[in-house]
């Protein structure tokens, strides 16, 4: 551990153990993979889909931040130790992660139709109406929830509290782990292919978790490029039509 990840760091993997909470967090893999699917299927229909389905991932949101709040405060508070730098690595960290994506998914041959911050394409921004543009952004909140959901799952509880014995096996729990954060995104693109970048993001998320031992890097990483893509992208939206540009 360098200087940096000594004063951040906020988990010793040794002394991780597996807790009732934690069994229940598990299941909002699956959870998430399911209404996914399932919105993803009616989406065409309307937009109370899409409007259910962030519904959803707010409340696994609040449930975690409840469950959890313990360990997010004393994360936050080692985080704070060398925020400065903290805050460097996320803004990095977010552009490093979407980078990745791109690059990724440059080399596929099936890119998919759709991402994980797609606009819901009932709704045109460029032309809705104001109670539509709030509706728009409310749906778009879904992937930013999702970030916090995915970080305390696959980074808090599928590698730190696993990350246990010898080299061989920290990397199958590494890649392992990565391949499956990826799969979880089957119902954006609908094949596997689809999913491959996502699988590079979570490889990218878990190097930074275990490097740093301190939960808030990956989701504020994770949270600022969703955030980016989605409100960032309504955002200039809304400038553009304030000022008559669009």
């Not at 967090?25 to 996914?36: E, H, K, N, Q, T």
């Not at 259910?52 to 991932?57: A, F, G, P, V, Y």
């Not at 707010?58 to 959890?68: A, E, N, P």
């Not at 990826?182 to 490097?211: E, K, R």
Request: charged fraction near 10%; proline fraction near 3%.
């Amino acid at each position: 551990m360098n200087q940096f990840s000594k004063l951040v760091s906020a988990e010793n993997f040794l002394d991780n153990r597996w807790a009732k909470k934690d069994y229940f967090a598990l299941l909002l893999v699956p959870l998430i993979f399911i209404v996914g699917l399932t919105m993803q299927y009616f989406s065409t229909n309307s937009l109370l889909p899409a409007i259910i389905d962030t519904s959803l991932r707010l409340m696994m949101f609040v449930f975690l931040i409840i469950v959890y709040g313990k360990m997010l405060r004393q994360h936050w508070n080692k985080f704070k130790q060398a925020w400065k730098r903290s805050i460097a690595l996320v803004i990095v960290g977010a552009v490093v992660l979407q980078i990745v994506i791109s690059s990724v998914r440059s080399f596929l041959p099936v890119h998919g139709n759709s991402s994980e911050t797609d606009m819901p394409s009932l709704i045109d921004p460029l032309t809705a109406s104001p109670g539509m543009f709030a509706v728009l952004f409310y749906i778009v909140l879904g992937p930013i929830a999702t970030a916090l959901i995915e970080d305390i799952v696959f980074r808090y509880t599928l590698l730190g509290k696993v990350f246990q014995g010898s080299i061989y096996r920290k990397i199958c729990i590494l890649i392992l782990n990565s391949i499956i954060f990826g799969l979880i995104h089957y119902y954006n693109f609908g094949s596997v292919i689809g999913t491959i970048p996502f699988m590079f993001a979570g490889l990218f998320l878990n190097i930074i978790y275990l490097w740093t031992r301190n939960i808030w890097h990956v989701l504020l990483i994770h949270a600022f490029n969703n955030t980016v893509l989605t409100i960032g992208a309504l955002a200039f939206i809304g400038l553009l039509r304030l000022f008559g540009l669009s």
